[in-house]
């Protein structure tokens, strides 16, 4: 019973270990996406979150309850998480914990930050201008959704609310790396797009393609209106993302932290090697016990 009692932290730290080790291999593949590569992902991913925006359109138009809207707009979650395609906003946890582990660089980050953001945004206008155009019965919709987000303006709840989204999506992207089952992965995206579509909480590119769609369905508003939502939403999504998130997953394996820094260029072949360690080590201590 004692050797137990013992094993039993060894065996809980070993999931932040190797989710930490999951984020690092897979911040340094993104951080060295060639150009093609990382256009093609961050195109996707404004398509994906498209489909997401079509579906609680036309369910909110179908129904007029927000809820089921929030739900149906999971589906742009859960095509991101199939189709492995790129979200601005999934990138302040996975290659920030690689720079945090020297595993890429600060000029990296931004490169991908930079292109991602450029990309969702260009492939979400698109989509949503289609949307529109194909479904001219969700236009209503598409202005009072729209609506929320440019009346919001630019104060501290609109600041807390693109927090909250940064939170959500970045709360999202550790669950997905915590495991390596894609239906496990699924439940986290269902979770939080059912949130953030519910709630109408501001996520830079969610918020955008709404009001995307509700520009090209006659809202009584500009691209200069949304430049305002856009920055305020980016500001807090970094924040909440980085702040709420990031850091406090980053100082729960200090060590690994370091243990990187001091030795970088560990691998994909060390991450399984390591996963493959603690599956003979539990083995072994349930054995014993």
């Excluded at 050797?3 to 060894?10: I, L, Q, S, T, V």
């Excluded at 914990?97 to 206008?125: D, K, Y």
């Excluded at 959704?145 to 970045?170: D, P, Q, S």
């Amino acid at each position: 019973m004692p050797d137990r009692e013992a094993a039993e932290p060894d065996i809980a730290q070993e999931e932040p270990e190797r989710t930490f080790d999951r984020l690092v291999d897979e911040g340094e593949q993104r951080l060295g996406r060639s150009w093609p590569g990382l256009l093609a992902t961050g195109l996707m991913g404004g398509l994906d979150i498209g489909a997401g925006v079509l579906a609680l359109l036309l369910v909110e138009h179908l129904t007029g309850s927000p809820l089921l809207g929030g739900l149906a707009f999971s589906i742009g979650f859960i095509a991101l998480t199939l189709a492995r395609s790129e979200l601005f906003t999934e990138n302040f946890l996975v290659p920030v914990a690689a720079v945090a582990a020297q595993r890429g660089s600060l000029a990296g980050l931004l490169r991908l930050w930079s292109s991602t953001l450029a990309t969702n945004l260009a492939s979400g206008w698109i989509i949503s201008f289609l949307v529109v155009s194909a479904f001219p019965d969700l236009q209503e919709t598409a202005v009072e959704a729209a609506t929320h987000y440019f009346e919001l303006g630019t104060n501290w709840r609109a600041f807390a609310l693109a927090m909250v989204g940064g939170m959500l999506i970045t709360l999202m992207t550790h669950l997905q790396h915590a495991t390596d089952s894609d239906g496990v992965r699924l439940v986290p995206a269902v979770a939080m797009g059912f949130v953030l579509g519910a709630g109408q909480v501001d996520h830079a590119i969610v918020a955008s393609l709404v009001c995307f769609a509700g520009l090209r369905a006659g809202a009584p508003f500009s691209y200069l209106d949304w430049l305002d939502v856009l920055w305020l939403a980016v500001a807090g999504n970094i924040v909440g993302g980085l702040g709420l998130v990031t850091l406090l997953r980053l100082l729960q394996v200090p060590h690994k932290v370091i243990e990187e820094r001091a030795d970088p260029g560990t691998g994909t072949d060390q991450v399984s090697a390591t996963a493959a360690s603690g599956s003979t080590t539990r083995k072994v201590k349930d054995s014993s016990t």
